[in-house]
């Protein structure tokens, strides 16, 4: 490409950008700037940094540098002043677009709501298995519940209550000879020179924990 056409299409970047910035009215970087109009105007990304840089240069936009990006925008002393019928639609914009933010909010909150309640609710399989799960119970204990009425050796409330009380009696001694013993037991060994176990293996004597036995829990 001549030096001429190369300066053509830099000038065509350049107002093409210019234009841009003026009308968006905002910042951009060359890397946004060059994403945007990439497509509609075919500009290269070397073409569209060069551009922004010599507009800046000229003073015809404004850069300001964060860490290692620039970003540019249009020079608002440049840009003619908006009348007060202008600013007061401006401000009438911005009323109604922000009655239109808080409501499109509003509803996104709902919509997060109720998808987080989709979202730990059972699906139609999983409620499908669970009732298949529920039946196949049903089915089992309806047939052990048959099975427990058509039985005949059933206890009767009489003979359940004659066994708890005999099995309280039961307790009651075993604690008692228990103790006996016990007292007996440390009685004796208060006069005995060697050690309680030496004592029980010469006598023989076993104890409920030897046995791993345990006095039952009272009913």
């Excluded at 609710?121 to 409620?127: A, G, Q």
């Excluded at 039961?170 to 208060?190: C, F, Q, S, V």
Aim: with cysteine.
């Amino acid at each position: 490409m001549s030096k001429g056409r190369e300066a053509a299409a830099g000038g065509g970047a350049a107002a093409v950008l210019l234009r841009y910035l003026r009308e968006q009215n905002r910042p951009y970087s060359a890397q946004d700037a060059f994403g945007n109009l990439q497509r509609e105007h075919g500009l290269g990304k070397a073409a569209v940094v060069k551009a922004l840089e010599q507009l800046a240069q000229q003073g015809r936009v404004r850069e300001k540098v964060y860490g290692k990006q620039k970003i540019y925008f249009a020079d608002q002393e440049q840009l003619p002043a908006a009348s007060d019928a202008e600013l007061r639609g401006l401000d009438g914009e911005i009323a109604a677009r922000s009655g239109q933010l808080q409501a499109l909010q509003q509803s996104c909150r709902h919509m997060e709501a109720e998808l987080k309640d989709l979202n730990s609710s059972m699906t139609t399989p999983d409620i499908a298995k669970e009732i298949e799960a529920l039946r196949k119970d049903c089915a089992s204990y309806t047939e052990k519940l048959e099975r427990i009425k058509t039985a005949t050796n059933h206890v009767t409330p009489e003979e359940k209550e004659k066994v708890c009380r005999e099995q309280q009696l039961y307790r009651r001694e075993w604690r008692r000879r228990k103790r006996m013993a016990t007292e007996l037991l440390d009685a004796i060994l208060e006069g005995y020179p060697k050690s309680k176990k030496q004592f029980f293996e010469e006598v023989g004597i076993e104890t409920d924990e030897d046995h791993g036995v345990e006095l039952p829990a009272a009913t």
